[in-house]
């Protein structure tokens, strides 16, 4: 890593996850491939950041360690990269057993229990789930009508006050470092 750590992908350890090198790498990992429009690929760290704050939104109540939870939930992309979920499944189980261990070594080293309870999975992965159907219809070319029959159109008016930001790397990992200083501050 960036920071100097070496991380064994096969056995990491929280010691050697850095912020600063998820960030990095996250806002170097392009999601849809990169066929979004807009001058800047559209970061899986852009994502994570609309994800933790939709999480925000539909659940106000929620303690910061799950918003943490929500901000890091796709941080094992930051060395294993992003695929679409047909693809993770070609690939077996033997990715799903990667990105549990590395998902366990990040929460332990952020403070978070290794494994997320239930109900907290299931109303991050609401929020992840409105986040793609608007990727969709903001950036990826799909009419809603079209990302609904993809992702299910959303029960809840919450995303219609938020729009999807395209910036340089720079600006995203400098915005995903500073969320996650901010909900570490409030744990």
């Known amino acids: 890593m960036l920071s100097g750590r070496r991380l ?3 056995d990491p350890t929280p010691v050697d996850i850095e912020i600063e090198d998820i960030a990095h790498g996250l806002s170097f990992v392009a999601r849809w491939n990169g066929q979004t ?3 800047f690929a559209y970061s899986v760290a852009e994502h994570s950041l609309l994800v933790e704050e939709l999480f ?3 659940y106000p109540d929620s303690e910061p360690k799950w918003r943490l939870a929500a901000l890091l ?3 094992p992309e930051y060395v294993i990269g992003d695929m679409i979920s047909p693809v993770k499944a070609a690939v077996g189980p033997g990715y799903e057993a990667l990105d549990d261990r ?3 070594a990040v929460h332990l080293r952020f403070g978070l229990p290794a494994t997320v309870p239930v109900e907290v999975k299931k109303r991050i992965k609401r929020a992840d789930k409105i986040s793609a159907w608007m990727e969709a219809i903001q950036i990826a ?3 809603e009508t079209e990302a609904g029959k993809f992702f299910g159109r959303p029960n809840t008016q919450v995303w219609q006050n938020v729009r999807i930001i395209l910036r340089p790397p720079k600006e995203t990992r400098e915005a995903f470092v500073a969320r996650h200083q901010q ?3 409030e744990l």
Do not use: C, E, V
Request: charge should be neutral.
């Open 183 to 185: 909900l570490l501050s």
């Open 73 to 75: 939930h796709d941080a």
């Open 37 to 39: 429009r807009g001058d």
């Open 8 to 10: 064994d992908l096969l």
């Open 102 to 104: 590395l998902t366990r």
């Open 56 to 58: 925000r939104q539909l």
């Open 141 to 143: 070319g799909f009419s």
